[in-house]
């Protein structure tokens, strides 16, 4: 069972079948600049083929790694978000994307 419709859901019963083709990839490559900085770019990719719920979902994303301390490091970053919808399950697609910049400090010990 599960509710659907907009803009009053309603109960549906029965019996519902889910197909899936999901493919994904990888990529990434890391430098190292010296010992003063690392740099990472990557990219992540998503998609579902299937009939059922045809999706992608594509991240690329970059980072810099700069040493404080030996046990102190500074990073900052940017990534993508892109998600896509293909079949609406609602009257609404669920597409979205996002741009993200982050900064952190990593510590080991």
Known sequence: MFF???????????????????????????VALRKRADFYIGYNITRDTGPTFPLNFATPLARLTIPITPKLKWNAGYQYYGYHEFVAVAPVLENYHAHTGYTSLLFSF
Not at 6 to 25: D, E, F, K, W
Request: hydrophobic share 35%; net charge positive.
């Open 4 to 30: 659907t419709g907009s803009p009053r859901a309603t109960l549906q019963t029965g019996t519902s079948i889910y197909v899936s083709n999901i493919h994904a990839a990888n990529l990434g490559a890391r």
